[in-house]
């Protein structure tokens, strides 16, 4: 397609309810996708997952092909990054004209991933509250006692720059003016209301108009309900009588990163600390205070991982090599003075030791195998998030390293308000060597 063209097509209002009609959706060159519809094998986020394709996961890939839903199918030939994240900012593709409209052809064949999308000339930004839970656990302060220990953080969660399709902002434009115009003259008709105009926007939930939308640069929709009940133990998605809900191909504005999962895991359990050892380490060339790290951190991972530590002058290098560590294996890399580090360690430390600062690593069983997820006393079994790189992920790991301290038993534990949990290995709770009633970081 060349230039800024734009193509129309026609789309249904509801895949399965005819009489709700048809919708215009004008695609062209440039286009939004979700970003978690986008699996980067080649960066950062392949890296950490070993270099394999996530299991079910049938949407787009390098090298691969998709169907844009209601279009074309388009094959992704190229990567363009962020120059220091390197992570992907713009997928240049192929698009094959002769797959217009769900047509199949010998040549290409079934393609069977299909992924929403938003041209971008056209879409219309607007405001999104995403509520969600107020509380992260079933039944809330049934641990501790206290209620307010299972407030979810990210109960609501704000998006500025969404993208819709102009068909959801014009019909949020013509009930504005309705209500208004109600207002003005009176009617003897039942009263219209903002939350009447209501979508689904494709996996993502069910959206209604706010009442603080004004015009087409302040138009705001609230999540109302989630795809699934998550509370339960099946994965049946939420249904809804509500025959005047539409669908919706939305897009959350680029760079938001991997859509959070809809299940609500306290930060304790999103955390992948394992066991590694360190197999190399030497001083950072450019920085005193830093230390540069081979660490093996599991046997499935065929390269050890680069970490960079602040540990330079802390302790000697020569007791480093060969120790076993707890490590924190699913935080986003980052490079730290010119050097990619792709792994933390987890490090206790005492500023009250006479005014010098002494700082020990976690001490793990030489026993326990690299790449044992350690886990809490008295918590569930931990469901580590694959990345923790969107703002809520960085948010709970900032919780979760501010609650994490060594005990008067030199043992590291988790401290809720009235409790402590132990942070545990399969022969028993992780500690340090001297260190009491230390911090971690």
Known sequence: MAGSTIENFEAPCHPK?????????????????????????????????????????????????????????????????????????????????????????????????????VEAQTGIKCEINQYDRLFQAEEPGKVSGDVLDDLNPDSLEIFKNAIVEPSAAMEALNLLA?????????????????????????RSGFFALDPSSTCLDNIVFNRVVTLKDTWSKGSKKTKTEDSNKRNRGEDKAQGRGAKKSDIVIEDARRVAVRAATILEAKPHPDADSLIVCKVDCSKEEVEPRTVVAGLGGKIPIEELIGRKVACVTNLKPARVRGIESTAMLLVAFDKNNGGYEKTELLDIPKSIANGELLSFEGKETSEPDAMMKSKGALKAFDRFKGNLKVNINREVVYAGKEKQFRMMTKSGPAQVLTLKDASIQ
Request: net charge neutral; glycine share 10%.
């Open 17 to 117: 309810l005819e009489d709700l009609g048809k919708r215009a959706l004008p695609f062209g060159k440039n286009l939004y996708i979700e970003r978690s519809d986008f699996f980067d094998l080649e960066g950062p986020e392949g890296e950490a997952n070993g270099g394999r394709i996530p299991k079910g996961f049938k949407r787009l890939l390098p090298e691969g092909m998709v169907r844009l839903r209601y279009t074309y199918v388009i094959k992704c030939d190229e990567v363009l990054r962020d120059s220091e994240t390197n992570e992907p900012t713009e997928l240049m593709c192929t698009l094959y004209p002769e797959t217009r409209a769900g047509v199949t052809t010998e040549r290409i064949g079934r393609v069977k991933g299909i992924i929403q999308w």
């Open 178 to 202: 309705e209500i208004r115009a109600q207002k003005i003259k009176g009617s003897s008709l039942e009263p219209l209301y903002h939350s009447s105009l209501a979508y689904q926007f494709e």
